[in-house]
């Protein structure tokens, strides 16, 4: 009994020691001439985005020519959601556009969990917020994270000029413009895959908001915004590449604007983009401006079926080789294989999408101005978005002839998404 209550206090002294929410500088401050760094804890993260943004009375820090090595899994929850950190907002960005990450980050295969974020004032928003030409990130999984900002958003970092290889994100991200599973913005990301659901204005993609090259990637979440919309990438810039890619989305929504940038794989490309053996699921659902074109080469990708997806040639085959790991039946995993997204597993669905709502789904009156009533909605889900994508109500609709009471809105278009066996419909409402 007294061994088992000090294995208990022993515990969690440990546990203190390893997060105690102080910022902590001792892996830096012992020898700051070393090329190679590690930290193992969520305090010492904290204090390497301390040294990089010049917070907390440290002079900024681009660790330009070093390695910052992950030595173990960390858990940042302490200063995420439900915390004082940050006046409730959660985690900081590691690197800000004036003050902006350099080096080489390596997760040496680590995880790192309880990244929250919920601030729709600032850009730059992820693990990393800002990352300069040359830098790298690799070998890195930020997993049941939960992101929510302005412009340039993803999972890993908002926006990066340098290279990303080898990295995973799951969870959920949601900002305006530039927003991805892994990265809003990066110039070059390769061995990479999310399961995030993403969802922002413009550009939107299930891994990168916009890339010049994305090689050997995938998606398996859903994707939803208004233009530039790709299960993969939203936008390809100039001159980029994106190869032996595959969107497995369950489904891109589409929530308006230009329906020629919607496409599985890829939302908009140019002529000058070099586009090559990429594969789509082929019950990805989106409305009837989604590219679906069966083409390996373009912007809908190569048709699989889940049939095809239970099986390595089923998937381009660098997804199938070191440094990913593919078991059958399985998706390619960094580490270890993937469990497969029920979705993935069956054929598509056979019901129709209007047979789903009733025959007199309707908003009235419209324009409205305080309060408007749904019909045909029983039962489904009701999501109100702004023009600029921000949701600003939902609810379950439990009657035939639901009121909706909408006074604090202010005057302006909305869009009313409803919901319903994971299909959607969308209508379109005014307030005056």
């Known amino acids: 009994m007294k061994y088992i209550a000090f294995l208990f206090l022993f515990l969690a002294a440990f546990t203190l020691q390893a997060q105690t929410g102080i910022p902590a500088y001792a892996w830096y401050d012992d020898d700051p001439s070393v090329s190679v760094f590690y930290i193992g804890t969520a305090d010492d993260l904290v204090g390497f985005a301390n040294l990089v943004n010049g917070a907390d009375g440290k002079s900024a820090t681009n660790f330009s020519g070093k390695i910052i090595m992950l030595a173990d899994d960390v858990d940042i ?39 929250y974020i919920n601030d729709n004032d600032i850009g730059d928003v992820g693990l990393f917020g800002y990352a300069a030409y040359g830098s790298t990130i690799k070998n890195l999984g930020v997993v049941d994270a939960d992101v929510t900002g302005n412009n340039y958003v993803g999972v890993v970092v908002g926006c990066t000029e340098g290279y990303i290889t080898c990295c995973y994100s799951t969870g959920r991200v949601r900002g305006e413009y530039f927003v991805g599973g892994v990265a809003g913005y990066v110039y070059n990301i ?126 381009p085959e660098a997804l199938t080789q070191a440094p990913w790991t593919y078991g059958e039946g399985m998706l390619p995993g960094l580490g270890d294989a993937v469990e497969m997204p029920e979705y993935l597993t069956k054929d598509c669905p056979v019901t129709n999408i209007e047979e789903l709502f009733a025959p007199n789904l309707n908003l009235y009156p419209n324009p409205f101005t305080d309060a408007l009533h749904i019909t045909g909605a029983e039962g489904c889900i009701l999501s109100i978005f702004t023009e600029s994508g921000a949701i600003v109500h939902i609810q379950k609709v439990v009657n035939p002839d639901e009121i909706i009471r909408l006074k604090h809105l202010p005057a302006g278009v909305f869009f009313f998404r409803i919901e319903k066996d994971g299909k959607a419909k969308t209508l379109k409402g005014i307030k005056n």
Not at 92 to 111: C, E, H
Not at 263 to 282: H, K, L, Q, S
């Open 190 to 315: 390769t061995n990479s895959y999310s399961l995030c659901m993403v969802r922002g204005v413009s550009p939107v993609g299930g891994v990168a908001g916009n890339s010049f090259n994305v090689i050997n990637c995938y998606s398996a979440g859903d994707v939803i915004g208004y233009w530039d919309l790709g299960g993969v990438v939203g936008v390809i810039s100039y001159g980029g590449r994106i190869t032996n890619c595959a969107a497995l989305n369950s489904a891109i929504t589409r929530m308006g604007g230009a329906p020629q940038s919607f496409g599985r794989v890829v939302g908009f490309i140019d002529d000058n983009d070099v586009i090559t053996n990429n594969i789509a699921f082929n019950c990805i659902t989106g409305d009837d401006v989604l590219d679906v074109t069966d083409d390996a080469d373009g912007r809908g990708g190569k048709s699989k079926t889940f049939v095809e997806l239970q099986k390595a040639n089923g998937f």
């Open 77 to 115: 929850s302490g200063y995420g959601k439900e915390t004082e950190f940050n006046d409730g907002n959660g985690w900081i960005p590691i690197g800000t556009s004036q003050n902006s990450f350099a080096g080489s980050f390596d997760g040496d295969g680590k995880v790192i969990t309880g990244l």
